[in-house]
């Protein structure tokens, strides 16, 4: 979680400082499960949602994260209505910060024809167009981050969780030739990665639970998002999405691990 904390906290404690006496997150005892009753599970909490973001999705992603909001409901979670401006900005600054940071992580390694032949297209593709990154551009996209922080930080102000689709579509079929020879398509990229992109950028804590699947039988997923430090009231709203929906939504994978039980 970067910037949840100054370079003092992050550092840990020293010298006289015994440091907190308690963890950060501190997780409940028991999470709930499907069938028990979930009225009231989340009572005293709200959610936020821009609903001019949250509805820029395909009407299969739009209908099944209603329905997951409605469940979220039905267990005594508020919604309420926020407005986070600048996101396309947002988008923007983060794709020059990570171009940047990427560029200027592996100048050594493009500096070898041996190493630069392994990379595939859309990746060399990608380093080079961060090659006319200036480091104004850096600063300014740093700037923004600043200012999209800030934003963020005014609508946890007013709800304790923000509700967005995971991805505004479900996964695209790869296309023919892609898996051998690499693809190059950011406009696809950059529009399914709308609504993760804040918490990558921001460093806010996020999960996301599949919610539903399209006709192909793909998954779709509610991302929740919450402050710094709220991880438990986040993992907590999570476990309660996924008892409401009551398992089934989305058929389990050949392998699967239940990391919070097992």
């Known amino acids: 979680m970067a910037g949840a904390r100054g370079p003092g906290s992050c550092a840990g404690p020293h010298g006289s400082d015994p440091g907190p006496t308690t963890p950060p997150v501190r997780l409940s005892a028991g999470l709930p499960r499907a069938g028990q009753d979930l009225s009231g599970a989340l009572a005293g909490k709200q959610a936020g949602i821009y609903w001019k973001w949250f509805e820029d999705a395909s009407p299969e992603v739009l209908a099944a994260c209603r329905a997951a909001v409605e469940k979220l409901r039905g267990a005594g979670l508020e919604v ?13 600054a983060h794709s020059v910060t990570i171009c940047s940071e990427m560029r200027s992580a592996m100048s050594g390694p493009l500096s070898v024809p041996a190493v630069r032949c392994q990379l595939d297209g859309e990746t060399r593709a990608s380093l080079t167009n961060a090659v006319g990154f200036t480091g104004a551009f850096y600063v300014n996209a740093q700037r923004v981050r600043t200012r999209s922080e800030a934003h963020f930080r005014r609508a946890f102000a007013a709800c304790d969780l923000i509700l967005t689709p995971t991805t505004p579509a479900a996964a695209p079929r790869c296309k023919p030739g892609a898996l051998a020879a690499g693809e190059t398509d950011l406009a696809t990229t950059l529009g399914l990665m709308r609504f993760i992109t804040p918490a990558n950028f921001l460093g806010f804590p996020a999960l996301t639970l599949p919610v539903g699947v399209d006709a192909a039988g793909l998954p779709l997923g509610l991302q929740l998002m919450a402050p710094p430090w709220h991880e438990a009231g986040l993992l907590h709203a999570g476990a309660v999405l996924e008892a409401a929906l009551g398992g089934g939504v989305v058929p389990r994978p050949r392998v699967w691990y239940d990391l919070l039980r097992d």
């Not at 309420?80 to 923007?92: A, G, K, N, S, T």
């Open 80 to 92: 309420v209505d926020i407005v986070i401006p600048e996101l396309r900005h947002q988008r923007l």
